[in-house]
């Protein structure tokens, strides 16, 4: 059984993801004294200047009056049949549909199905359907990212948007700087449970802290069947929003929107995974490490796994089809095959120098 570690510090529930800890705040947090008061994205961002502060990015709280609320259903029934999966009940509305189902079938939770995917509460289902009328209605104004729902726009503008100084939540293992507490504790439980992963693949025994990491793992490694497949390349993902950010690897602009510059080298990264990657690696002072194998010391645990995983492993090496030489990875294959055919790589966007290296064309452009 998974193990809840996500939790609210309002009422000390815990709660398997941190999706279901959103729902959860959603639900029986944020809706101050009146029950039809819902949780909003701060609409006025500016752009971050040295000289005056960013705005708090919290979000504001509106009242809605029952008129707003008959407008939200009205909106939902456009869209959407709200038909119980257990009769031939349809309800006016989603709350009347969520109701039937615990009267009728003792069913605490009523999922309804659109676009391949299950909504079990009122808000998340609303705010799909905007998503109908203007697929970019949770975009944000100043990278133009877009998301599928309100809070997953408050997350992005909270972790990109936000300067560091502005984050007053911080780790004391690693650094990482957060704007909410409780983003700080689930950060916490990712270190905790790194230490105990108990997740093992029956293939090759590796171990995961969860049972997201360990599916992904069968996924890429073992063939698993992959529940969303990109259209352009084929490549698999195990979720929706990771398809999503995949595909706007396939356009320059969608390129350019997923790059994260590093605030203490003030580095590019490409994506928010090789940022988080480039932060355990370069900032973590927790070191030196030896590594037990040849004596090698590394700056931290991250910068150890690296080199084990470069240095010691067993992974399948790629031979030169013109000289025979092994290389350990793609890249230095493709770099070394192009000194046989002379293609260049890397053109500096600065002056006219060239190089097949891309670690020697940083160097060059620092």
Known sequence: VEKKNHYCEKCNKYFLSARNLENHIFSHHNVGESSTSIQQPAEAFVEQSTEE???????????????????????????????CSKCDFVGETFNKLSYHALKAHNMNTHAVICCDRRFGKRQRLYEHCLRHLNPDHFKCELCGKTYADSSGLQIHKWWIHTPV???????????AAFVKDYLLKQHTNWHVNKERKKYYCELCNKAYSNSLQLRAHHQKKHGAVCDWVCDVCAKGF???????????????????????????????????????????RC???SGPIKCDICGKESANEAALAGHKNFHHSNRPMFRCTFCGKECKTQLRLKEHE????????????????????SSNMYTHKK
């Open 53 to 83: 502060p960013a705005p708090q990015l919290e979000p504001s709280k509106i009242k809605r009056t029952a008129e707003d609320v008959a407008k939200e259903d009205d909106l939902i029934r456009q869209f959407i049949s709200l038909n």
């Open 165 to 175: 100084s502005e984050r007053p939540f911080k780790c004391d293992i690693c650094g």
């Open 238 to 280: 195990i979720h929706r929003a990771l398809l999503e950010e995949h595909r706007l690897t396939h356009t320059e602009e969608g390129l350019a929107s997923l790059k994260i510059q590093c605030e203490k080298c003030q580095r590019w990264l490409i994506n928010k995974k090789s940022y988080l990657r480039h932060r355990r």
């Open 283 to 285: 900032y973590d002072t």
């Open 338 to 357: 192009a000194t046989h055919t002379g293609v260049v790589l890397y053109q500096c966007p600065y002056c006219p120098r060239t190089s097949n290296s």
